[in-house]
């Protein structure tokens, strides 16, 4: 009988046990807040900055928000971020991707102070990641970790296969599965027979960006399959990386879309701007 990963529950599981964090914090008078930067007007992003606010707001975060126009220059961007990273009373920095064009979205990741940096996107945050030191993770797969453990799927000695190797995805993914002592493969779009990779997976990640490309020849008898993708379908629903209709059947566990992977990268977000109270204490 397959099992749905449910990532609303898990995440709320999760915004709960940060709830308690932080009014804990508070009783010992230490306020956390968050910097959340927009440049532009690009509606997709308008709406995860307004989910990012309203989940600091539901665990006591408070959220300073900078709606920057269009036109605004990468020095301007660059100034603003310094201003932040020297304000003591901010503890973490969040610039929303993607920039407009004539901003270096690298730039402006690489000015953000790695201890404040609570997308884990900073190259120092990244090496951490690499040699096992503490750091700020990225998101989304740092909640996918959460989502497996929180099941109950041990991870360890496992065959792990990951679809894709984007810098925010892919690749922390791989290393935090290593971490967990997986046995780790990494595809791409290069992959020579991508089936017969994928086929031995125990644990499947699939972050591609290609609207249901996942069916379940893809996948071996009583595996566990995470879906990354987010998409719009022909009908304006949302759907993964993954056919879920086909795979659900072959598979032990499945991460639906909506309500998989996708609820616990602001959850892990969040959980990073509580950590780093605890992180610029100890600098
Ligand atoms: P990306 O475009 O940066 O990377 C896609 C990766 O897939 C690349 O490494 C590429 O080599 C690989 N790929 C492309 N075509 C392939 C093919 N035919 N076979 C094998 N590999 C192939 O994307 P990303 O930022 O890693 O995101 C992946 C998906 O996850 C997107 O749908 C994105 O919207 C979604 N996403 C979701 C969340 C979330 O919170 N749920 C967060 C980030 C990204």
Redo the contacts with the bound molecule.
Sequence with gaps: MTQIIDGKQISKQIKDELKDKVSKYKSEGTEISMAVIMVGNDPASAVYVNNKKKACEYIGIRSLSYELPEETTEAELLELIDKLNNDPSVNGILVQLPVPKHIDDNKIIRAISPLKDVDGFHTQNVGSLCIGEKGFVSC?PAGIIQLLKRSGIEIAGKECVV????N???KPMALLLLQENATVTV?????KD?KEVTKRADILVV????PK?ITSEYVKDGAVVID????RNENNQLCG?VDYDDVYEKCSYITPVPGG??P??IAMLMNNCVESVALQMSE
Excluded: E, Q, Y
């Design positions: 989304t679809i894709g190797r984007s925010i995805v892919g595809c791409h779009s290069k992959t991508l972050a591609i960006g290609k490309m990354v993708g987010i998409h990386d992977v996708g616990m990268t």
